[in-house]
Protein backbone atom coordinates (compact mmCIF):
# COMPACT_ATOMS: atom_id res chain seq x y z
CA UNK A 1 0.00 0.00 0.00
CA UNK A 2 1.66 3.21 -1.03
CA UNK A 3 0.28 5.66 2.32
CA UNK A 4 1.31 9.23 0.64
CA UNK A 5 -0.79 8.58 -2.43
CA UNK A 6 -4.13 7.49 -0.06
CA UNK A 7 -3.15 10.38 2.32
CA UNK A 8 -2.10 12.89 -0.17
CA UNK A 9 -5.81 14.59 -0.68
CA UNK A 10 -5.93 15.48 3.28
CA UNK A 11 -2.06 15.68 4.30
CA UNK A 12 -1.46 19.44 3.98
CA UNK A 13 -4.84 19.80 6.61
CA UNK A 14 -3.21 16.71 8.80
CA UNK A 15 0.32 18.00 8.96
CA UNK A 16 0.23 21.59 9.08
CA UNK A 17 3.62 23.28 7.89
CA UNK A 18 5.67 24.37 10.83
CA UNK A 19 7.35 28.35 10.52
CA UNK A 20 9.99 28.33 8.28
CA UNK A 21 12.19 30.32 10.20
CA UNK A 22 14.36 27.79 11.30
CA UNK A 23 14.63 25.96 8.14
CA UNK A 24 15.35 29.59 6.33
CA UNK A 25 18.09 30.11 9.14
CA UNK A 26 19.88 26.48 8.84
CA UNK A 27 19.89 26.19 5.09
CA UNK A 28 21.51 29.47 5.32
CA UNK A 29 18.45 31.45 2.91
CA UNK A 30 18.09 32.97 0.65
CA UNK A 31 20.85 31.91 -2.26
CA UNK A 32 21.58 32.36 -5.65
CA UNK A 33 20.51 29.09 -7.45
CA UNK A 34 18.30 25.94 -7.21
CA UNK A 35 16.94 24.58 -4.03
CA UNK A 36 15.54 21.06 -3.84
CA UNK A 37 13.58 19.89 -1.52
CA UNK A 38 13.65 16.40 -1.93
CA UNK A 39 11.04 13.97 -0.53
CA UNK A 40 8.80 17.12 -0.80
CA UNK A 41 5.60 15.93 -0.89
CA UNK A 42 2.96 17.74 -1.72
CA UNK A 43 5.29 21.28 -1.43
CA UNK A 44 4.12 22.57 2.03
CA UNK A 45 7.70 23.38 2.83
CA UNK A 46 8.91 24.34 -0.72
CA UNK A 47 5.78 26.53 -0.71
CA UNK A 48 7.23 28.52 1.94
CA UNK A 49 10.68 28.61 0.43
CA UNK A 50 9.96 30.60 -2.91
CA UNK A 51 11.19 33.94 -3.13
CA UNK A 52 14.44 31.98 -1.02
CA UNK A 53 16.01 31.00 -4.50
CA UNK A 54 15.83 31.62 -8.46
CA UNK A 55 14.02 28.72 -8.29
CA UNK A 56 12.68 25.67 -5.66
CA UNK A 57 11.90 22.03 -7.17
CA UNK A 58 10.19 19.22 -4.98
CA UNK A 59 10.80 15.58 -6.19
CA UNK A 60 8.84 12.71 -4.91
CA UNK A 61 8.27 9.61 -5.37
CA UNK A 62 4.16 10.05 -4.78
CA UNK A 63 2.06 10.83 -8.03
CA UNK A 64 -0.70 11.83 -5.75
CA UNK A 65 1.28 14.74 -3.24
CA UNK A 66 2.57 15.91 -6.37
CA UNK A 67 -0.87 16.50 -7.59
CA UNK A 68 -1.29 18.48 -4.67
CA UNK A 69 1.49 20.19 -5.21
CA UNK A 70 0.52 21.10 -8.01
CA UNK A 71 -2.17 23.93 -6.56
CA UNK A 72 1.07 26.05 -5.12
CA UNK A 73 2.46 28.51 -6.92
CA UNK A 74 6.01 29.07 -7.86
CA UNK A 75 7.17 24.85 -7.69
CA UNK A 76 8.89 23.11 -10.36
CA UNK A 77 7.71 19.65 -9.35
CA UNK A 78 9.36 16.26 -10.37
CA UNK A 79 8.81 12.26 -9.72
CA UNK A 80 11.40 11.09 -8.69
CA UNK A 81 13.01 8.57 -5.65
CA UNK A 82 15.61 10.38 -3.74
CA UNK A 83 18.05 7.11 -4.46
CA UNK A 84 17.86 7.82 -7.51
CA UNK A 85 17.33 11.72 -8.64
CA UNK A 86 17.02 12.76 -12.24
CA UNK A 87 19.14 15.55 -11.82
CA UNK A 88 23.26 16.58 -13.16
CA UNK A 89 25.49 16.37 -10.28
CA UNK A 90 26.41 19.68 -8.97
CA UNK A 91 23.13 20.87 -9.82
CA UNK A 92 21.21 22.40 -6.44
CA UNK A 93 22.69 25.25 -4.38
CA UNK A 94 20.47 24.41 -1.44
CA UNK A 95 18.81 20.96 -0.57
CA UNK A 96 16.11 20.72 2.24
CA UNK A 97 14.84 17.55 3.26
CA UNK A 98 12.20 17.34 5.80
CA UNK A 99 10.85 14.49 7.80
CA UNK A 100 11.20 12.38 4.55
CA UNK A 101 14.51 10.67 5.26
CA UNK A 102 12.93 7.95 7.20
CA UNK A 103 10.99 7.15 4.76
CA UNK A 104 13.38 6.32 1.52
CA UNK A 105 14.06 2.62 0.94
CA UNK A 106 17.48 3.15 0.47
CA UNK A 107 19.39 6.00 3.04
CA UNK A 108 22.59 5.62 1.93
CA UNK A 109 22.37 5.24 -1.31
CA UNK A 110 19.53 8.65 -1.01
CA UNK A 111 22.88 9.93 0.29
CA UNK A 112 25.37 9.68 -1.88
CA UNK A 113 22.37 10.85 -4.71
CA UNK A 114 21.83 14.20 -2.47
CA UNK A 115 25.69 14.56 -2.14
CA UNK A 116 25.72 14.19 -6.02
CA UNK A 117 23.18 16.76 -7.15
CA UNK A 118 24.66 19.45 -4.16
CA UNK A 119 27.03 22.20 -5.93
CA UNK A 120 29.87 23.05 -4.70
CA UNK A 121 29.55 25.99 -1.87
CA UNK A 122 25.84 24.18 -1.23
CA UNK A 123 24.32 23.16 2.06
CA UNK A 124 22.52 20.00 2.54
CA UNK A 125 19.88 20.04 5.36
CA UNK A 126 18.12 17.02 6.56
CA UNK A 127 15.42 17.53 9.51
CA UNK A 128 14.57 14.58 10.81
CA UNK A 129 12.10 13.70 13.87
CA UNK A 130 15.12 13.04 16.84
CA UNK A 131 14.46 8.98 17.28
CA UNK A 132 16.55 9.85 20.60
CA UNK A 133 13.73 10.91 22.38
CA UNK A 134 11.02 8.57 24.05
CA UNK A 135 7.98 10.37 21.97
CA UNK A 136 9.80 10.07 18.67
CA UNK A 137 10.22 6.31 19.51
CA UNK A 138 6.71 5.69 19.86
CA UNK A 139 6.15 7.44 16.65
CA UNK A 140 8.33 4.81 14.98
CA UNK A 141 6.44 2.14 16.40
CA UNK A 142 3.25 3.87 15.08
CA UNK A 143 4.58 3.90 11.48
CA UNK A 144 5.87 0.26 11.91
CA UNK A 145 2.21 -0.96 13.19
CA UNK A 146 0.61 0.94 9.76
CA UNK A 147 2.93 -1.19 7.94
CA UNK A 148 4.64 1.87 6.81
CA UNK A 149 8.38 1.42 5.66
CA UNK A 150 9.93 4.21 7.89
CA UNK A 151 13.43 3.71 9.32
CA UNK A 152 14.25 6.18 11.72
CA UNK A 153 18.00 6.99 12.49
CA UNK A 154 20.28 8.62 14.69
CA UNK A 155 21.38 12.00 13.66
CA UNK A 156 24.81 11.37 14.52
CA UNK A 157 24.65 7.68 11.96
CA UNK A 158 22.90 10.54 9.39
CA UNK A 159 25.86 12.84 9.72
CA UNK A 160 27.98 9.50 9.25
CA UNK A 161 26.54 8.88 5.98
CA UNK A 162 28.56 12.24 4.61
CA UNK A 163 32.20 11.27 5.16
CA UNK A 164 33.36 12.82 2.31
CA UNK A 165 36.62 14.64 2.04
CA UNK A 166 34.91 18.19 0.82
CA UNK A 167 32.12 17.42 3.68
CA UNK A 168 31.93 19.79 6.94
CA UNK A 169 28.42 18.18 9.03
CA UNK A 170 27.07 19.55 11.95
CA UNK A 171 23.81 18.49 13.97
CA UNK A 172 21.39 20.95 15.72
CA UNK A 173 18.48 20.11 17.69
CA UNK A 174 15.34 21.61 19.34
CA UNK A 175 11.86 20.37 20.53
CA UNK A 176 11.61 17.17 18.60
CA UNK A 177 13.92 17.50 15.31
CA UNK A 178 17.57 17.05 14.59
CA UNK A 179 18.88 19.22 11.19
CA UNK A 180 21.74 17.26 10.07
CA UNK A 181 23.57 20.17 8.44
CA UNK A 182 25.87 18.93 5.47
CA UNK A 183 28.56 21.68 3.71
CA UNK A 184 30.31 20.98 0.30
CA UNK A 185 33.45 22.84 0.30
CA UNK A 186 33.20 25.07 -2.88
CA UNK A 187 35.35 26.47 -5.59
Known sequence: MDHFNFLAPWYDRIIQPKDPQKL????????????LDAGGGTGRIAQL?????????????????????????????????AENLSFPSNFFARIVMVDAFHH????????RELWRVLLPGGRLVIEEPDIRLLSIKLVAIAEKLALMRSHFMNPNIIAQLFTYTDARTRIESEDHNAWIIVDKSGD
Open 24 to 35: IEIADLPVMGTI
Open 104 to 111: VSDQMQSA
Open 49 to 81: LTGQAQRVVVSDPSFGMLQQARAKAGLDLICSH
